[in-house]
């Protein structure tokens, strides 16, 4: 079935570039998603990017996509400690209104 | 904001109580699903409606019960539920199918079963 993989942590310095890497394994999916969750909070959507698409940048966040590795990462340029959160993966599992979520990066900024 | 809004924040209930959480969207969206959210654990799918049809259940315990009366509503009733049951439970909606279209998600309701 379909999997979605991240790493559970990462530590940086404020003010250094963060990079969360995600696995996943449908290919048909048309869109890939990151999603950020503050403590007591949803999911906020963040950033998503299109399958035919190698990068998206947004202000501070870069998306890579390597579609023939199934490898999608979140760059995030000059970390603040307001970044600190966790971070998700997301994909559509294609044909259905099913999304699968990665476990979910936890992002710590030390300043 | 994301549009989709979830009432209570937070609840705390008896295992022999019954409430029901509700999620309310005002983006025109035709999909709603609830999610459990606990800790250390991923993201869980418990149910999906589209036009007010159901379309995923997970496994869900039946003391668990969703109602969708139009497509901008969403419930989810409690009942005699289990302490493991506490965790913060999501909302989201979506404009359809999910490997084409963003979904959003609501502040969720963190749930306390005593």
């Known amino acids: 079935g379909e999997d979605v993989e991240q790493s559970l942590f990462l530590s940086v310095r404020e003010g250094d570039s963060s990079v969360i890497n995600c696995t996943y394994t449908d290919s048909s999916s048309t869109y890939l998603y990151w999603y950020k969750q503050e403590p007591g909070a949803g999911l906020q959507l963040l950033t998503y990017i299109f399958s035919n698409m190698d990068m998206k940048q947004d202000q501070r966040l870069t998306v890579l996509l390597n579609k023939k590795d199934k490898h999608l990462s979140l760059r995030i340029a000059d970390t603040q400690t307001g970044d600190s959160a966790i971070y998700f993966c997301a994909e559509g599992d294609s044909g259905t209104y099913k999304y699968i979520f990665g476990t979910g990066t936890r992002l710590k900024v030390l300043a | 904001e994301t549009g989709v809004t979830q009432t209570p924040r937070h609840l705390v209930m008896g295992m022999t109580n019954k409430k029901s959480l509700k999620c309310e969207q005002h983006?025109?969206?035709?999909?709603m699903y609830w999610y459990k959210q606990s800790a250390k654990k991923p993201l869980e799918l418990m149910f999906v409606y589209n036009f007010k049809e159901q379309t995923e259940n997970n496994s869900v315990p039946s003391r668990f019960s969703p109602e969708c009366p139009n497509s901008s509503h969403l419930f989810l009733h409690l009942h005699t539920l289990q302490p493991e049951d506490s965790a913060l439970y999501l909302c989201a909606s979506s404009p359809g199918l999910a490997g084409e279209n963003e979904q959003f998600f609501g502040p969720g309701t963190r749930l306390t079963v005593l």
């Open positions: 983006l025109g969206h035709n999909a």
